[in-house]
């Protein structure tokens, strides 16, 4: 079955950059999704088609796509934006999505 | 306002059924893409399964983990999704989620609150 590999976890200073890296051999040919949880919340999406902002999300948070790998930037970390972050993806053929393994970033 | 409000989940044996309901309003139901995700304690998101709108065929599909056991459907008079799960396993616990992305220029998701689902003996 598909994957999403994250690295597990983030550790950032305030003020400083965080990047989430998510890699499956899919993204090149389809739209990654960026969703961030707070413990006891759902999920909030904040950015899309790879690198898409909604209306309503900081613009401290960023995403790009290069090859077989996505990224989530959050520049200019703050103590709010400590949560679990996940990406969100299809195969190849479309049918099936997926969740990545997730990433929980700490500001320290 | 757009709204989900899900309902349904509770304690049961394992083997056996259970079917969850999502409440939806405040948005356009025949035209939306909606999925079910799930979330064991602990662990992280895992999607369940999606049905398409009635326009883009109103097909469905499903995580290999649940396939064969779990179906979607949607009742479009009451807005109203619904994930019938059967042949239930322990490591089908967690919280079910229904979702929906509606995109018109600025996509915005929108969550239910969940609702917990626990399969145990």
């Known amino acids: 079955s598909y994957e999403l590999t994250q690295p597990p976890s983030v550790s950032v200073s305030p003020g400083q950059t965080a990047r989430i890296t998510c890699s499956g051999d899919?993204?090149?040919?389809?739209?990654a999704y960026w969703y961030q949880q707070k413990p006891g919340q759902a999920p909030v999406m904040v950015i899309y088609?790879?690198?898409e902002r909604p209306s309503g999300i900081p613009e401290r948070f960023s995403g790009s796509s290069s090859g077989t790998t996505v990224t989530l930037t959050i520049s200019g970390v703050q103590a709010e934006d400590e949560a679990e972050y996940y990406c969100?993806?299809?195969?190849?053929?479309?049918?099936?999505?997926?969740f990545g393994t997730g990433t929980k970033v700490t500001v320290l | 306002e757009v709204q989900l409000v899900e309902s349904g989940g509770g304690l049961v044996k394992p083997g056996g059924s259970l079917r969850l309901s999502c409440a939806a309003s405040?948005?356009?139901?025949?035209?939306?893409?909606m999925s079910w995700v799930r979330q064991a304690p602990g662990k992280g998101l895992e999607w369940v399964g999606r049905?398409?709108?009635?326009?883009?065929?109103?097909?469905?599909d499903f995580a290999a983990p649940v396939k064969g056991r779990f179906s979607i459907s949607g009742d479009d008079s009451k807005n109203t999704l619904y994930l019938q799960m059967n042949s239930l396993k322990t490591e089908d616990t967690g919280v079910y989620y229904c979702?929906?992305?509606?995109?018109?220029?600025?996509?915005?998701?929108?969550w239910g609150q969940g609702t917990l689902v626990t399969v145990s003996s």
């Open positions: 979702t929906t992305i509606i995109d018109n220029g600025d996509a915005r998701d929108y």
């Open positions: 405040g948005f356009t139901f025949t035209n939306a893409w």
């Open positions: 049905i398409k709108s009635k326009t883009d065929g109103g097909t469905t």
């Open positions: 899919a993204l090149p040919k389809q739209y």
């Open positions: 088609k790879d690198s």
């Open positions: 969100q993806s299809a195969d190849s053929s479309g049918t099936y999505e997926v």
